[in-house]
């Protein structure tokens, strides 16, 4: 079982508020990722973390930021909420001398009024 | 370009009938090779993977893979489905370094009984 952990599993919010989604894991990996996923699609990479102080956008354009100020943590936000951010979001993190295996959290699923 | 091509978006079988799902990809370094299963509402979770070496790999839950080079396949098969394997599975195939990994686009398994 991999030890990563995303808060909320689930959010109902209104449009414009600023949400952070959280994610954490206490395997030491050195990599994390964000997904967003819309149900039963695909899932398209949206951010992705190469160690502290390192981020990237992925393939899919998105208006959300990470941070990752510590290894364990990668918290993604959305300034200001819009319907068309609703989606489910999913965190990932993997180990470079492991073969990078990517292991997920159960995901938090946000519903923008 | 490297992509990940799960040809069946839909795929049911008869609880006791044995599943294959297709998977092929392109890719231009030596592949590493994942199936991930995801239950509704969950995230995925890994069920096997091919880094190299014998090509037939067992995974989790009575499922296996093989991986066929010259047709660029790693197809997943279990030998009788479970009412329980009901959910969606991703094939993804990545490198070493992790620097770049790409998921199919899924298919989704119904089991009746």
């Known amino acids: 079982e991999a030890d990563i952990y995303q808060t909320p599993r689930y959010l109902v919010i209104g449009t414009g508020k600023k949400i952070t989604l959280e994610c954490s894991q206490t395997?030491?990996?050195?990599?994390m990722y964000w997904y967003q996923q819309d149900p039963g699609m695909e899932l398209h990479l949206i951010h992705y973390s190469y160690g502290v102080n390192s981020t990237e956008k992925g393939d899919l354009s998105s208006e959300s930021t990470v941070s990752r100020i510590r290894t364990e943590h990668f918290p993604l936000t959305l300034e200001s909420a819009r319907p068309s951010h609703t989606s489910q979001y999913l965190c990932a993190s993997s180990e470079s001398a492991r073969g990078n295996i990517q292991y997920f959290g159960a995901g938090t699923r946000l519903s923008v009024l | 370009a490297q992509s990940v091509t799960q040809p069946d978006i839909h795929i049911t079988v008869s609880e006791g009938a044995s599943l294959e799902l297709r998977c092929n990809y392109s890719?231009?370094?030596?592949?590493?090779l994942f199936w991930y299963v995801q239950s509704p509402g969950q995230g995925l979770q890994l069920l096997l993977k091919?880094?190299?070496?014998?090509?037939l790999v067992q995974g989790i839950k009575g499922f296996e893979a093989e991986f066929k080079r010259s047709q660029s396949s790693f197809n997943l098969r279990k030998p009788s489905v479970h009412w329980s394997d009901a959910a969606e599975y991703f094939c993804a195939v990545g490198t070493y370094t992790g620097n770049q990994f790409y998921f199919g686009t899924g298919t989704s398994l119904t089991v009746i009984p």
């Open positions: 091919y880094f190299s070496g014998d090509t």
């Open positions: 890719y231009g370094a030596t592949p590493y």
């Open positions: 395997m030491g990996h050195d990599k």
